[in-house]
């Protein structure tokens, strides 16, 4: 089945050790999203790969990168973790910017 | 960025009742999304509205879009307890931007 997959699902983590996270899509769309996820709130768009072109949210903080090395993979690098980025994570995929997400199940990140 | 604003925010009910959901703007959107997303899971969509004055329906469920797709409700009749979690509505307005996300709706469906 085609899917959003995301590696891995728990993922903890030192205050201000670099972290990545890892999202792969099965459904050959050209847009992939990260969002930040706390508890009991909306996702927030960090930012998205319209194919190669990278679009930051512009209250992402500098902390947060990203890279997308192919159509089908896209990383979120957190290079100094603090306490306050202790979330859920969200990848999701649309064929346009304009058309349905469709997401992976998320990776909680844990900061100690 | 275009705002959504959901309501009830929270929603504690028994299994067999209806309720409605709202998500409500001020401003236009092209489409509007609602998705369910369980705990520890992401959002799964349930469904797109795309003309002004749709009605769909997802068996229990039903959305509507407001006539100037502005707004939209989803009405859950005889709620179960595995209709429990978050359900969000999401809107595309502008070309060239993503999601706008509400706030979410919080829903507990007890036996």
């Known amino acids: 089945d085609a899917m959003v997959i995301q590696n891995p699902r728990y993922q903890v983590t030192q205050f201000g050790k670099p972290v990545t996270l890892s999202c792969s899509q099965t459904l050959n769309h050209n847009v992939m999203y990260w969002y930040q996820q706390k508890s009991s709130q909306a996702p927030k768009l960090l930012f998205h790969y319209y194919d190669k072109d990278f679009n930051n949210e512009a209250d992402t903080p500098d902390n947060f990168q990203s890279r997308r090395p192919n159509t089908s993979f896209c990383f979120l690098d957190i290079r100094s973790p603090g306490l306050g980025d202790a979330a859920m994570y969200l990848c999701?995929?649309?064929?346009?910017?304009?058309?349905?997400?469709?997401f992976g199940p998320g990776t909680r990140l844990t900061v100690l | 960025t275009q705002l959504l604003e959901q309501s009830p925010q929270f929603l504690s009910i028994q299994e067999g009742e209806n309720l409605t959901v709202y998500c409500n703007s001020s401003s236009v959107f092209s489409s509007l999304q609602w998705y369910r997303q369980e705990p520890g899971e992401g959002p799964v969509l349930l469904v797109t509205?795309?003309?002004?004055?749709e009605v769909k329906k997802l068996k229990r469920l039903t959305f509507q879009f407001g006539d100037a797709r502005k707004d939209s409700s989803l009405h859950i009749t005889a709620a179960q307890p595995g209709d429990t979690g978050l359900y969000l509505c999401?809107?595309?307005?502008?070309?060239?931007?993503?999601?706008?996300f509400g706030k979410g709706t919080s829903l507990l469906v007890t036996p």
């Open positions: 509205v795309v003309t002004g004055g």
């Open positions: 999401a809107g595309v307005g502008s070309p060239g931007y993503a999601l706008n």
């Open positions: 999701a995929t649309s064929r346009e910017n304009r058309n349905e997400q469709f």
